[in-house]
């Protein structure tokens, strides 16, 4: 006789939140309201998941009565009334709120409306010495008001262009602000890009204005960007004025602008009332095969989704401190911006990661009372190896939340923030994209906290895993597709006039739904879990399994600084797939660490995906914003000439490439 197979037991979750924390968070109050005002589920008492999976269900199944409500709960200040929500739904397209107008700088400077607290800081800036530096409500309102109209005394118009070329400080949220203001357009670059990757992005949109640095600061030197700045404006005819911003102390330089001559006026800010789709901002992909995409989202779009994740998922408001690890060049930056939307203060630090050590950026969560302190899954996993004790060492007791993007925060993440930072720790793993400026899976303060795995799909949006036939899966690993519209997607790419680019982007595989290049698992319990790029995927003997699993397996061994796998079809039918490793410093690739790399693979995930080669690398290449850079290796590895497998603009060290170059000559012989 034989018995069924028995379902695996759930794993206990390593976090749950308490009951008055799951009582005060913002989502049970919207949940509580948009149930009385909107027909929403009420909550099931004493049974959190079930309540948010109502309320998501909700969410996706009557689109515009959800986000009709968020802009109801956040009292979002339409100028002209919107004639319906959502006018059509099909993707790509969609029509969010037609006949609206609405200002997002109104909406991210309205708390300093409030006398009590104008002396609040809306800003904390914060270098690499660690002293925060406080730009106040009254005095950012003032500094945008100034900026604004400085800029439409120069000729900036609504759709017009403005760049940064600078880093996070509180003189780039002001351009922001003052550009969203007049309804110009805002687009950045962090000053460590080169000349040719600002100008792949900026040659695009054509700006009339650029905001720019003299230099920065990072890892203890001052790096001069003078030389690279009057290339920017050699290269760039549309310009009709340049601020110089003398971070390093230097001279405007012929026919520029300076900063504080233009921001000292004291004026009331004066909100360009714009429709809901107008511009706000374009962002930009890594660009390693090609030129950037150049990504347009809507001044309405992303007020509206920001709101809903800054304010239902991490439950920042007024009292909020609100630190994320980000550059100008990230669209991670353009969401810190968000807690301004829910009256935050938000910290701007301007410096590297780990300096003067590794624990730089707990320093910096102390210094400033950070309450939400987000930062990179490979920050986390550093700080493991360096062996950090962040709850030891620093104060950390105004830090409810812990979030962390970039990548999968693999499952030894998890248990060393709850081991060394606090045991009651709400750890949010989020997941997102550029795409959409805003996150598809991750932040709940409601919900438990499993580890490895991501807490929810977001409110409205509609995840799902779906097999190459468009059949959903649970528990089984498929694509990431979103089968419902977003306000903050796309409202298109930068020249990109009858938009086949957009379309080939997202929606050629699954027409009509969103796909967007992971792999990811939507389990029975409602969590998500991230394998990784899809587009990078390793397919042995009809496996199928995410480069991130075999990263977070590898890189558990304190011998393996970082890895790059690539899978590889071959010719004549084969597959080749080599694990290139960059040691920590003093290890050896030898036999014993070769074997135990194999035994890892092979006992932690899969006997089909121990590698065919083990190979020591110098270094494993990235993006710009610090993703490792997979795709263009694999075109390498291929035989593909380097000019025509990578944008060199787009990575971070192109020598790393030709190691890799060389490689693929070197088994061509």
């Given at each position: 006789?034989?018995?069924?197979?028995?379902?695996?037991?759930?794993?206990?979750?390593?976090?749950?939140?308490?009951?008055?924390?799951?009582?005060?968070?913002?989502?049970?109050?919207?949940?509580?309201?948009?149930?009385?005002?909107?027909?929403?589920?009420?909550?099931?008492?004493?049974?959190?998941?079930a309540?948010?999976?109502a309320?998501?269900?909700?969410?996706?199944?009557?689109?515009?009565?959800?986000?009709?409500?968020?802009?109801?709960?956040?009292?979002?200040?339409?100028?002209?009334?919107?004639?319906?929500?959502?006018?059509?739904?099909?993707?790509?397209?969609?029509?969010?709120?037609?006949?609206?107008?609405?200002?997002?700088a109104?909406?991210?400077?309205?708390?300093?409306?409030?006398?009590?607290?104008?002396?609040?800081?809306?800003?904390l800036?914060?270098?690499?010495?660690?002293?925060?530096t406080?730009?106040t409500?009254?005095?950012?309102?003032?500094?945008?008001?100034?900026?604004?109209a400085?800029?439409?005394?120069?000729?900036?118009?609504?759709?017009?262009?403005?760049s940064g070329?600078?880093?996070?400080?509180?003189?780039?949220v002001?351009?922001?602000?003052?550009?969203?203001?007049?309804?110009?357009?805002?687009?950045?670059?962090?000053?460590?890009?080169?000349?040719?990757?600002?100008?792949?992005?900026?040659?695009?949109v054509?700006?009339?204005?650029?905001?720019?640095v003299?230099?920065?600061?990072?890892?203890?030197?001052?790096?001069?960007?003078?030389?690279?700045?009057?290339?920017?404006?050699?290269?760039?005819?549309?310009?009709?004025?340049?601020?110089?911003?003398?971070?390093?102390?230097?001279?405007?330089p012929?026919?520029?602008?300076?900063?504080d001559d233009?921001?000292?006026?004291?004026?009331?800010?004066?909100?360009?009332?714009?429709?809901?789709?107008?511009?706000?901002?374009?962002?930009?992909?890594?660009?390693?095969?090609?030129?950037?995409?150049?990504i347009?989202?809507?001044?309405?779009?992303?007020?509206?989704?920001?709101?809903?994740?800054?304010?239902?998922?991490?439950?920042?408001g007024?009292?909020?401190?609100?630190?994320?690890?980000?550059?100008?060049?990230?669209?991670?930056?353009?969401?810190?911006?968000?807690?301004?939307?829910?009256g935050?203060?938000?910290?701007?630090?301007?410096?590297?990661?780990?300096?003067?050590?590794?624990?730089?950026?707990?320093?910096?969560?102390?210094?400033?009372?950070?309450?939400?302190?987000?930062?990179?899954?490979a920050?986390?996993m550093?700080?493991?190896?360096?062996?950090v004790?962040?709850?030891?060492?620093?104060?950390?007791?105004?830090?409810?939340?812990?979030?962390?993007?970039g990548?999968?925060?693999?499952?030894?993440?998890?248990?060393?923030?709850?081991?060394?930072v606090?045991?009651?720790?709400?750890?949010?793993?989020?997941?997102?994209?550029?795409?959409?400026?805003?996150?598809?899976?991750?932040?709940?303060?409601?919900?438990?906290?499993?580890?490895?795995?991501?807490?929810?799909?977001?409110?409205?949006?509609?995840?799902?895993?779906?097999?190459?036939?468009?059949?959903?899966?649970?528990?089984?690993?498929?694509?990431?597709?979103?089968?419902?519209?977003?306000?903050?997607?796309?409202i298109?790419?930068?020249?990109?006039?009858?938009?086949?680019?957009?379309?080939?982007?997202?929606?050629?595989?699954?027409?009509?739904?969103?796909?967007?290049?992971?792999?990811?698992?939507?389990?029975?319990?409602?969590?998500?879990?991230?394998?990784?790029?899809?587009?990078?995927?390793?397919?042995?003997?009809?496996?199928?399994?995410?480069?991130?699993?075999?990263?977070?397996?590898?890189?558990?061994?304190?011998?393996i600084?970082?890895?790059?796998?690539?899978?590889?079809?071959?010719?004549d039918?084969?597959?080749w797939?080599?694990?290139?490793?960059?040691?920590?410093?003093?290890?050896?690739?030898?036999?014993?660490?070769?074997?135990?790399?194999?035994?890892?693979?092979?006992?932690?995930?899969?006997?089909?995906?121990?590698?065919?080669?083990?190979?020591?690398?110098?270094?494993?290449?990235?993006?710009?914003?610090?993703?490792r850079?997979?795709?263009?290796v694999?075109?390498?590895?291929?035989?593909?000439?380097?000019?025509?497998?990578?944008?060199p603009?787009?990575?971070?060290?192109?020598?790393?490439?030709?190691?890799?170059?060389?490689?693929?000559?070197?088994?061509?012989?």
């Open positions: 006789m034989t018995t069924a197979p028995q379902p695996a037991p759930h794993p206990e979750p390593l976090w749950q939140p308490g009951a008055d924390r799951i009582a005060g968070a913002q989502v049970t109050r919207f949940q509580e309201w948009a149930a009385a005002h909107h027909g929403a589920p009420a909550a099931t008492p004493g049974d959190p998941a309540s948010y999976a309320l998501h269900r909700w969410s996706v199944d009557e689109l515009s009565t959800f986000w009709r409500a968020t802009a109801e709960w956040f009292d979002v200040r339409f100028s002209t009334p919107y004639d319906t929500v959502l006018a059509d739904a099909t993707m790509p397209g969609a029509r969010w709120f037609p006949g609206a107008t609405l200002n997002y109104e909406h991210a400077l309205r708390a300093g409306e409030d006398p009590a607290r104008a002396a609040d800081p809306a800003l800036h914060v270098d690499e010495s660690h002293e925060p406080p730009v409500w009254a005095e950012l309102r003032a500094q945008v008001g100034s900026l604004a400085e800029l439409r005394r120069l000729g900036v118009r609504p759709g017009d262009r403005v070329y600078v880093p996070n400080i509180p003189q780039a002001v351009a922001l602000l003052a550009s969203a203001a007049v309804g110009a357009v805002w687009t950045s670059c962090a000053p460590d890009f080169g000349a040719r990757s600002v100008l792949d992005r900026f040659q695009q054509e700006p009339v204005v650029l905001f720019t003299d230099g920065y600061r990072y890892g203890g030197k001052e790096h001069d960007r003078r030389a690279t700045v009057a290339e920017l404006r050699a290269e760039l005819p549309s310009l009709t004025a340049v601020v110089h911003i003398p971070l390093l102390g230097t001279e405007a012929e026919g520029a602008l300076h900063w233009i921001v000292s006026r004291d004026e009331e800010p004066v909100f360009e009332q714009v429709p809901f789709d107008h511009p706000l901002w374009v962002l930009y992909s890594s660009g390693t095969t090609g030129l950037p995409k150049a347009v989202q809507s001044q309405g779009g992303i007020l509206l989704e920001h709101l809903k994740q800054a304010g239902l998922h991490c439950d920042l007024p009292e909020d401190r609100f630190f994320w690890y980000t550059s100008t060049g990230w669209m991670m930056w353009n969401f810190l911006a968000a807690g301004l939307l829910v935050s203060t938000i910290v701007l630090y301007d410096g590297s990661p780990g300096f003067p050590d590794t624990g730089a950026q707990w320093a910096i969560a102390e210094r400033t009372g950070a309450t939400l302190f987000g930062t990179s899954a920050y986390v550093a700080c493991a190896k360096a062996g004790h962040p709850g030891r060492d620093y104060d950390l007791s105004r830090v409810k939340c812990v979030a962390t993007t990548s999968p925060l693999p499952p030894d993440g998890f248990r060393w923030l709850h081991d060394e606090a045991e009651d720790l709400w750890i949010a793993s989020v997941s997102g994209g550029t795409d959409v400026c805003s996150c598809f899976a991750g932040a709940v303060p409601t919900l438990p906290v499993y580890i490895g795995e991501l807490q929810a799909p977001c409110l409205g949006t509609d995840v799902r895993a779906w097999d190459p036939q468009g059949k959903p899966l649970t528990d089984e690993v498929g694509e990431l597709v979103v089968t419902n519209p977003l306000p903050s997607m796309p298109r790419f930068w020249n990109d006039p009858h938009g086949s680019r957009y379309r080939d982007s997202y929606f050629e595989m699954y027409p009509g739904v969103w796909r967007h290049g992971d792999w990811i698992t939507r389990t029975a319990r409602g969590t998500v879990v991230i394998h990784g790029r899809s587009d990078s995927t390793l397919n042995r003997q009809g496996v199928r399994m995410g480069s991130a699993d075999i990263y977070e397996a590898v890189e558990r061994l304190p011998e600084r970082e890895s790059l796998v690539i899978g590889l079809e071959l010719p039918g084969g597959y797939m080599p694990l290139f490793v960059h040691l920590a410093e003093g290890a050896a690739l030898d036999d014993d660490l070769r074997g135990r790399i194999k035994q890892t693979i092979r006992t932690q995930l899969s006997p089909r995906h121990v590698p065919d080669d083990i190979i020591e690398a110098p270094g494993v290449p990235h993006t710009l914003t610090g993703k850079i997979e795709v263009p694999k075109r390498l590895l291929q035989g593909t000439p380097l000019e025509k497998a990578v944008n603009g787009s990575v971070d060290n192109l020598e790393l490439l030709r190691f890799y170059e060389r490689i693929a000559a070197d088994r061509a012989k």
